[in-house]
């Protein structure tokens, strides 16, 4: 078991050092690299995403670098340890050895091998914190309830809580697993272990608290408002997006297979011992699913966070049938052929190794600290500090009056276009077609470069 634990580790770090990329990612990792600065986000620059996993990857690119390969490698080994903890769990949950590691190695293949998992589990993003995190907190939780002391109760609120402060995609997870530990609390006081969940919860949360009291205002509009108001601004078809999101399931027999399997892990839970922790998997991937059906926009990669669980259910829904080692067998080659058939799909795509070119060409004609528009990525690869307001390409299309645009740290999309026009800065990377030619750059600037979709203007 250990052994294919270390070689899924193996196959996520590869992917995440070649291949492994998502265009949202640079403002993430940007993020994390001005934290590493000394910066604090909100207070300092826009950020509209809860802060740990910056923190986090500012952490290891204190010890490492600050590149993107550092924050890849370590998502990677994040989601590989989240693999490791449900197939274990599976594993304890059989009763002979040849059964219980057929099945902790169907349930880690599964979540390995899962489209979503693969692409998202391993870049710079919240994604493979949080699955380590809800996974390691569902640990937690099935564990204390048949301990008397309230530590294990405690370990759970924070890990719950830590992944909200992570993603706020996972933050159904805490009161779930609050409300599951005080319903099926077997041994100590039910209620002196629901108030360490809390405990727990408040000290994971403690340094958002600092930030928030330090300035109210730019926290809550980060983390609340811009999501609640202001996310789907300037996307016309959001609400068409969001449908196709929810119903692509239908289109994805990787997603009908492991669905189908865990609605008949379900129905088989009555039979087992441990049943209200697989009705626990249950309650955790719907909580999951209705919160993130109702972000606006949603994304198919969001609901990576409920695949940890399905597999689990999904495992023992194979393990009905007479022939289970059959049908676990089907699962994997299954799961296995739907992910081939995708990153085989999708290999023509933008990598980090295209940005490093570009970032390479930007600072080949660009002096030091002359002023730069260019991607997040860019920011991030050159490491050349961003004009204050611009750390965070979201925020340029919200519309607010100077004042209120400065007191949250922003700067609208006219107030750049003006300054872009006006030639204040050296150089201008830029990927889009019709804002290039809106903005008319190739007259503004006597050179430029082109790199896959992208242009760099210079020479003023």
Not at 165 to 171: E, I
Not at 342 to 371: F, N, Q, S, Y
Not at 380 to 387: A, D, L
Not at 455 to 460: A, D
Request: proline fraction near 5%.
């Amino acid at each position: 078991m250990s052994a294919l634990i270390f070689a899924i580790a193996a196959g996520l770090l590869v992917y995440s050092q070649t291949d492994a990329f998502a265009w949202d990612e640079g403002f993430h990792l940007l993020a994390a690299q001005l934290i590493f600065r000394g910066k604090r986000p909100y207070l300092d620059f826009f950020f509209p995403q809860a802060a740990l996993n910056a923190y986090w990857n500012a952490f290891w690119m204190r010890i490492f670098g600050d590149t993107w390969r550092v924050a890849h490698a370590v998502a990677a080994l994040s989601t590989a340890a989240a693999i490791g903890l449900a197939a274990d769990y599976v594993r304890r949950r059989f009763p002979d050895r040849r059964s219980s590691v057929a099945a902790a190695s169907a349930t880690a293949l599964g979540i390995a091998l899962n489209i979503q998992v693969v692409e998202f589990g391993a870049i710079g993003q919240a994604y493979g914190l949080a699955l380590l995190l809800t996974v390691a907190a569902f640990r937690a939780s099935v564990a204390s309830v048949a301990r008397r002391g309230p530590w294990m109760s405690a370990a759970a609120g924070f890990l719950a809580a830590a992944a909200a402060g992570s993603t706020l995609l996972t933050a159904p997870v805490a009161p779930v697993l609050w409300l599951w530990t005080l319903v099926r609390n077997r041994e100590g006081n039910r209620w002196t272990k629901a108030a360490a969940m809390v405990a727990g919860g408040a000290a994971a949360a403690a340094p958002l608290a600092v930030l928030l009291a330090k300035s109210p205002q730019k926290v809550l509009f980060d983390m609340v408002k811009f999501h609640l108001l202001y996310r789907q601004v300037a996307w016309p078809d959001a609400l068409p997006h969001d449908a196709g999101v929810l119903f692509a399931w239908l289109d994805s027999s990787q997603a009908l297979i492991l669905g189908g399997l865990a609605l008949l892990g379900l129905f088989v839970a009555r039979r087992q011992e441990h049943r209200s922790e697989l009705y626990l998997c249950g309650w955790l991937s719907l909580a999951i699913s209705v919160h993130l059906a109702t972000a606006h926009p949603t994304f198919e990669r969001y609901f990576v966070f409920i695949v940890p669980f399905l597999c689990i259910l999904a495992t023992f829904g194979a393990c009905f049938w007479p022939q289970k080692g059959a049908v676990l067998l089907i699962f994997v080659l299954l799961t296995g052929g739907n992910l081939a058939k995708r990153l085989i799909e999708d290999h023509d795509g933008w990598r980090w190794a295209t940005m490093e070119r570009m970032a390479a060409e930007v600072d080949r004609v660009t002096p030091k600290g002359a002023p730069l528009y260019a991607e997040e990525h860019v920011y991030f690869i050159t490491r050349r500090p961003p004009p204050a307001g611009m750390e965070s390409g979201d925020s340029h299309k919200l519309e607010f009056p100077a004042p209120e645009a400065a007191a949250l740290g922003i700067l609208p999309k006219q107030v750049i276009e003006a300054r872009i026009k006006a030639r204040e800065f050296t150089t201008v990377q830029m990927c889009s077609d019709k804002q290039i030619e809106r903005l008319g750059l190739a007259t503004l600037y006597k050179d430029s470069v082109e790199v896959e979709d992208c242009r760099i203007f210079f020479g003023r």
